[in-house]
């Protein structure tokens, strides 16, 4: 079985500040790992995903994570905050087909 | 290539109708997910076709849901008898098939709101 785990529904950062929303997931078999994006009434848009080879992957807008075995982590980091970057954030995690996603963690920037 | 499809966007409906939602998937994409969102979770894996076949139905799919891709492209979700707790946000994804083992990036659509009065 796999799950995931989002520390914090709510994250809020200044304008500039660093980004950081935290993952942990459960999975009993390597898995692919993802972090999409949600603007307030619209589907979901991939950020970067995780499923082999090098552990820090970088993404779209700046946003980059690092797969920690370890630790069983994927946290999600953006040096800088700017305000689109306000939205919802959900990681997920597959090892088949089918997504399994995180509670999601809302990103407020305030300038 | 316009990306996913949904519609309708919005959907209010009574407790007790019946409610049908369409997803056209990118063109050429075998593979067609449906996900359900409520108000502050995450999207839940409902099931999943490829092509003409459905391949995996979750267990939140009850006897009242049924979900139907005739031809292989577009797909319909159908609740029967919508209860209030059926309100939520429905969202399409579709996804190529690629080699076995490979993942399969999943484009999702804008989802269909359905509220249930």
């Known amino acids: 079985a796999q799950s995931v785990t989002q520390l914090g529904s709510h994250v809020s950062v200044s304008e500039g500040a660093l980004v950081l929303l935290r993952c942990n997931y459960s999975s009993s078999v390597p898995p692919y790992l993802f972090w999409y994006v949600q603007y307030p009434n619209q589907g979901l848009q991939l950020l970067l995903k995780y499923t082999t080879g090098a552990t820090l992957v970088k993404g779209i807008n700046g946003f980059e994570a690092e797969f920690k075995k370890s630790e069983t982590s994927f946290h999600l980091t953006k040096p800088s905050a700017h305000m689109s970057d306000a939205a919802e954030y959900f990681c997920?995690?597959?090892?088949?087909?089918?997504?399994?996603f995180g509670t999601g963690t809302r990103l407020q920037v305030f300038p | 290539d316009t990306g996913v499809s949904q519609n309708p966007r919005h959907k209010i409906t009574k407790r007790g109708q019946n409610v049908t939602f369409r997803c056209d998937p990118i063109s050429e994409h075998n593979r067609l997910y449906w996900y359900r969102q409520t108000l502050g979770q995450g999207p839940e894996f409902l099931t999943y076709f490829q092509n003409e076949a459905q391949l995996e139905k979750s267990r939140l799919l009850s006897d009242r849901f049924s979900a139907e891709r005739p031809k292989g492209s577009f797909s319909t979700l159908e609740i029967q008898r919508t209860e209030q707790g059926d309100s939520a946000m429905y969202l399409c994804a579709s996804s190529p098939q690629r080699a076995r083992g490979a993942y399969n990036e999943q484009f999702f659509g804008p989802g269909t709101r359905l509220t249930v009065l």
């Open positions: 997920a995690v597959s090892a088949t087909d089918k997504l399994i």
